[in-house]
């Protein structure tokens, strides 16, 4: 399994240090895919790399591993396809779009947001059918922390934050540099404990508007 990428992303993952543990495991995850029900789609996997450059990056959405229901994970965080019906965290993420900036949003196909400067960036990337967190002991996180870590290089990222999965990252994001959103996950269980209400949309637009760079048309 290899990984194809069109940004600038790929001269990351071919670092020798970094290339060395994503061979390790797309070695062990290649053999799942054989006999297991594995999302997402072996090509999607890397999906959320492939649409700016690093330097580019404005707003980085980071959530713990893909949808684990038939046809939902498609390679982005929160993501899913057009003709998905929306799982439940989506739901409540577009609620509070509408509330925060009255925005109506239907399409869960968030590669919009993936096309200007956001990463939606699971830190676990892969999972198995009807088993949340089973790619855990895979150790992707060895891999998308440092994505995190490379991205200290830049500043005035917004990095949003939505669960104590996420908010465990924080100690890795520079935050005289950066703005860091964080409230409860979206999901039913935690929405109303902090996300709601919380405003990261606007929130994040107000920050890259103080910094002269381009909104986010959410």
């Known amino acids: 399994m290899e990984i194809n990428l069109k940004t600038n992303w790929k001269y990351f993952f071919n670092k020798i240090q970094i290339k060395n ?12 895919y054989e006999h297991k029900i594995i999302f997402p789609k072996k090509e999607e996997i890397f999906r959320c790399f492939n649409y700016f450059n690093i330097e580019d990056t404005k707003v980085v959405i980071i959530g713990q591993d893909p949808y684990y229901k038939m046809n939902q994970a498609n390679g982005l965080a929160f993501s899913v396809n057009e003709e998905c019906p929306l799982p439940k965290s989506l739901k409540n993420i ?32 892969t999972v198995e059918y009807n088993h949340p967190g089973s790619h855990y002991y895979l150790q992707w996180e060895k891999i998308t922390d440092e994505v995190i870590k490379e991205l200290q290089k830049y500043k005035n990222i917004v990095y949003i934050l939505w669960g104590n999965w996420a ?29 709601f209400g919380s405003k990261p949309f606007s929130k994040t637009n107000n920050y890259l508007k103080s910094k002269n760079i381009k909104v986010i048309s959410w």
């Open 21 to 32: 543990i994503v061979d390790h495991i797309l070695n062990q995850v290649s053999k799942l």
């Open 94 to 125: 577009f609620t509070e779009l509408k509330n925060d900036l009255n925005i109506v949003r239907t399409n869960g196909n968030l590669s919009s947001w993936a096309q200007q400067g956001v990463l939606l960036l699971n830190s676990i990337l």
């Open 167 to 195: 908010k465990s990252k924080i100690k890795l994001i520079n935050q005289n540099n950066n703005l860091v959103i964080f409230s409860s996950h979206p999901s039913p269980l935690s929405a109303h404990c902090g996300f």
